[in-house]
């Protein structure tokens, strides 16, 4: 280590303390949708998780969302917006589902929120959030995936499934698989499709659904989630190196852009840590960019070249 | 004359601290350190601060005040000597870090120069070496650094007690360079220790 001890300096360079990295300053494009009832198990005062139950998928869009209101900065969700029989009551319910789909910094909801829009060459939804695994388990259910074309959401509205509760994947050291209250969190998946959108015949069972209790603060018995007969597949990469991996190479592409092409590799960091803003992953992403490994070998992948010194977008 | 003594007010009440988000667990940066010291270094006098008396937690957050309040001394200054809002976008306060599992907070980044500024009040004398005297100050900058993926730092230090003898107070500011290896085995230790701790996977 080197000290270098200066003098103080004759005139100190005017300074300002920037705000907190702040997301929340986006304006929400899905602003009526985060007014409905929420089904966060941490928002529940009364009531309870849909579970077991036959729904009809009345709409499904991408919005932001704040966990209403529980962390600092929105992200990206996908909307699910249900009609089902409330067993309790044999009526007519709604109910809103919010599935967790990363990052704003990857991807923003389109205007009329039926397709997440790419930011900086992000390819593809991170593959273990809720909303991957909640489009994973309508797959997996024989949904076409040709039918999202090029990623239109709305090809869901009108499914008719029945859905279940299944344990969230644990996703490495910052996602433990449990809400903050300690309960198992769980996500609602479909188990099976009774009608596709597209589909006139009407089979669907009716009632059959049932809504578990809400997690009560305070008790000691961790809720257990219910089990099934299928669930969704398991995502592919559940510590998430490889979504971090992609995140990264997309603000890379994003700094080779401001900076015409061409990028030496001690300018990266600053020229991508407001890209990074609010990112919760913004240390480990600012190091695999710092990385002449990383550098090295996944430009042959998202386009560009690395000569020990400098990145260049491939031609 | 009449004196009438008001009420003791805490420095923690007269320093205005900007609230920010701190992710609970152990797994901080400074407590990772201050468990190296109290098992290694210090062994016995670096007790986890919720092992702590009321009264040494008192104590202890005194102490630390004085360093909020150095920092927004230095920051108003800086902001009054120039033009304030239009270096805005230079000195940043980046929030709370995460790097394998372990948070961070440090003081300022300088976007201009990607340099770490870190801030420092303390009441040891300003005679002794920052190696080995003030360890613990080295880990904690090279931990920023290596979150921030920086090789320097300003360390903008106030001896309020000077060297002891004819100084009276002193404001020193430093500027570190560290290798990388010195960066990625600091790291290696902070991780090693939080892992053995069961603080990280």
Same mark, same amino acid.
Request: proline share 7%; with cysteine.
């Given at each position: 280590?080197?000290?270098?001890?200066?003098?103080?300096?004759?005139?100190?360079?005017?300074?300002?303390?920037?705000?907190?990295?702040?997301?929340?300053?986006?304006?929400? *494009?899905?602003?009526?949708?985060?007014?409905?009832?929420?089904?966060?198990?941490?928002?529940?005062?009364?009531?309870? &998780?849909?579970?077991?139950?036959?729904?009809?998928?009345?709409?499904?869009?991408?919005?932001?969302?704040?966990?209403?209101?529980?962390?600092?900065?929105? @992200?990206?969700?996908?909307?699910?917006?249900?009609?089902?029989? %409330?067993?309790?009551?044999?009526?007519?319910?709604?109910?809103?589902?919010?599935?967790?789909?990363?990052?704003? *910094?990857?991807?923003?909801?389109?205007?009329?929120?039926?397709?997440?829009?790419?930011?900086?060459?992000?390819?593809?939804?991170?593959?273990?959030?809720?909303?991957?695994?909640?489009?994973?388990?309508?797959?997996?259910?024989?949904?076409?995936?040709?039918?999202?074309?090029?990623?239109?959401?709305?090809?869901?509205?009108?499914?008719?499934?029945?859905?279940?509760?299944?344990?969230?994947?644990?996703?490495?050291?910052?996602?433990?698989?449990?809400?903050?209250?300690?309960?198992?969190?769980?996500?609602? &998946?479909?188990?099976?499709?009774?009608?596709?959108?597209?589909?006139?015949?009407?089979?669907?069972?009716?009632?059959?659904?049932?809504? *578990?209790?809400?997690?009560?603060?305070?008790?000691?018995?961790?809720?257990?989630?219910?089990?099934?007969?299928?669930?969704?597949? =398991? =995502?592919?990469?559940?510590?998430?190196?490889?979504?971090?991996?992609?995140?990264?190479?997309?603000?890379?592409?994003?700094?080779?852009?401001?900076?015409?092409?061409?990028?030496?590799?001690?300018?990266?960091? =600053?020229?991508?840590?407001?890209?990074?803003?609010?990112?919760?992953?913004?240390?480990?992403?600012?190091?695999?960019?710092? %990385?002449?490994?990383?550098?090295?070998?996944?430009?042959?992948?998202?386009?560009?070249?690395? %000569?020990?010194?400098? @990145?260049?977008?491939?031609? | 004359?009449?004196?009438?003594?008001?009420?003791? /007010?805490?420095?923690?009440?007269?320093?205005?601290?900007?609230?920010?988000?701190?992710?609970?667990?152990?797994?901080?940066?400074? $407590?990772?350190?201050?468990?190296?010291?109290?098992?290694?270094?210090?062994?016995?006098?670096?007790?986890? +601060?919720?092992?702590?008396?009321?009264? /040494?937690?008192?104590?202890?957050? $005194?102490?630390?005040?004085?360093?909020?309040?150095?920092?927004?001394?230095?920051?108003?200054?800086?902001?009054?000597?120039?033009?304030?809002?239009?270096?805005?976008?230079?000195?940043?306060?980046?929030? /709370?870090?995460?790097?394998?599992?372990?948070?961070?907070?440090?003081?300022?980044?300088?976007?201009?120069?990607?340099?770490?500024?870190?801030?420092?009040?303390?009441?040891?004398? #300003? #005679?002794?070496?920052?190696?080995?005297?003030?360890?613990?100050?080295?880990?904690?900058?090279?931990? +920023?650094?290596?979150?921030?993926?920086?090789?320097?730092?300003?360390?903008?230090?106030?001896?309020?007690?000077?060297?002891?003898?004819?100084?009276?107070?002193?404001?020193?500011? +430093?500027?570190?360079?560290?290798?990388?290896?010195?960066?990625?085995? $600091?790291?290696?230790?902070?991780?090693?220790?939080?892992? #053995?701790?069961?603080?990280?996977?």
């Amino acid at each position: 280590m080197a000290i270098q001890k200066k003098a103080p300096p004759a005139s100190a360079r005017p300074a300002q303390r920037a705000a907190a990295p702040a997301g929340a300053a986006r304006p929400n *494009s899905h602003g009526a949708v985060q007014q409905y009832a929420s089904l966060n198990p941490e928002d529940y005062t009364q009531g309870g &998780l849909l579970d077991d139950v036959d729904v009809t998928v009345a709409s499904a869009r991408f919005c932001e969302w704040d966990y209403n209101g529980s962390i600092d900065h929105p @992200v990206l969700a996908l909307c699910v917006s249900i009609d089902y029989t %409330d067993p309790a009551t044999g009526k007519p319910a709604q109910a809103d589902q919010y599935y967790s789909a990363g990052e704003l *910094s990857r991807f923003i909801p389109s205007d009329d929120g039926t397709h997440a829009v790419a930011v900086a060459g992000a390819k593809g939804l991170a593959g273990g959030t809720n909303a991957a695994l909640f489009l994973q388990s309508v797959i997996d259910q024989g949904f076409p995936v040709d039918r999202f074309g090029d990623g239109d959401v709305s090809a869901l509205d009108g499914l008719v499934a029945h859905i279940n509760r299944v344990a969230q994947p644990k996703r490495g050291a910052q996602i433990t698989g449990k809400t903050q209250s300690g309960y198992d969190a769980t996500v609602a &998946l479909v188990t099976k499709i009774h009608r596709m959108p597209w589909e006139t015949a009407s089979t669907v069972p009716k009632g059959g659904g049932r809504l *578990s209790p809400a997690p009560s603060r305070g008790t000691s018995t961790a809720r257990s989630a219910p089990t099934t007969s299928r669930t969704a597949a =398991p =995502p592919q990469d559940p510590s998430g190196d490889a979504d971090m991996r992609e995140e990264a190479a997309g603000i890379l592409l994003a700094v080779l852009q401001n900076k015409g092409g061409k990028v030496i590799k001690t300018s990266i960091p =600053p020229g991508s840590f407001k890209l990074l803003a609010g990112n919760p992953n913004r240390s480990e992403i600012l190091n695999l960019l710092a %990385d002449d490994e990383f550098l090295g070998e996944a430009g042959a992948d998202y386009g560009w070249e690395f %000569d020990g010194q400098t @990145v260049s977008a491939s031609a | 004359m009449k004196v009438v003594e008001l009420d003791p /007010e805490n420095l923690e009440s007269l320093a205005v601290r900007q609230g920010g988000y701190r992710s609970p667990g152990p797994a901080h940066v400074s $407590n990772v350190i201050r468990s190296i010291e109290n098992a290694v270094l210090k062994p016995g006098q670096r007790r986890p +601060y919720d092992e702590l008396t009321k009264d /040494e937690k008192r104590r202890m957050g $005194n102490y630390t005040s004085g360093g909020w309040a150095w920092e927004e001394i230095i920051r108003e200054g800086i902001v009054r000597a120039g033009g304030g809002p239009l270096y805005g976008d230079r000195f940043i306060s980046p929030g /709370e870090l995460t790097l394998d599992g372990i948070h961070g907070t440090p003081d300022w980044l300088d976007a201009a120069d990607w340099c770490l500024e870190e801030f420092k009040c303390t009441w040891r004398s #300003s #005679s002794r070496p920052l190696d080995p005297d003030f360890w613990h100050w080295l880990v904690q900058i090279k931990a +920023y650094c290596k979150m921030l993926t920086c090789q320097w730092a300003r360390l903008r230090v106030f001896y309020v007690n000077g060297d002891y003898r004819e100084s009276g107070p002193q404001y020193r500011p +430093y500027r570190l360079e560290f290798t990388k290896l010195e960066i990625d085995d $600091n790291w290696k230790m902070l991780t090693g220790h939080a892992r #053995s701790k069961g603080w990280i996977k």
